[in-house]
């Protein structure tokens, strides 16, 4: 972001603002496309309009909303890929021997039981 013309910084940190304008006003249930456009259209007004002036504090906005979106994400990708293994019994370190487990029993030639997955 530091070499992007201060310009471009702007419509960046618009999108980033609107995108948790809309995420917190829908949480609170006041979500309308008048208030979104009019935020939206009062944010990259001003931004565009003081841009050469606050050219690092976008800087500074932009990459803070990137680590928090970016950290967001990452939680709730290894949070779903977490629930998917539980919710099909895969044991990935193979720690526990459950009943119903995705282990395939198989036969051996000896007394021995084979396990194969």
Known sequence: MQ???PRFKSLAVTAG???WFFI???SLGYFSFELMLIFVASVI???QIFALKISKGLDIFAIINTRIFLGLLFIFVISIY???LRTI???LLRLKNEKETYWLEM???SN???KQY
Do not use: R
């Open 45 to 47: 007004i001003l931004t």
């Open 107 to 109: 036969d051996s030639s």
């Open 112 to 114: 021995d039981l084979e």
């Open 3 to 5: 070499t992007s013309s």
């Open 24 to 26: 917190i006003i829908s």
């Open 17 to 19: 603002s609107s995108f």
């Open 89 to 91: 019994k895969v044991d």
């Open 82 to 84: 977490g629930i998917i």
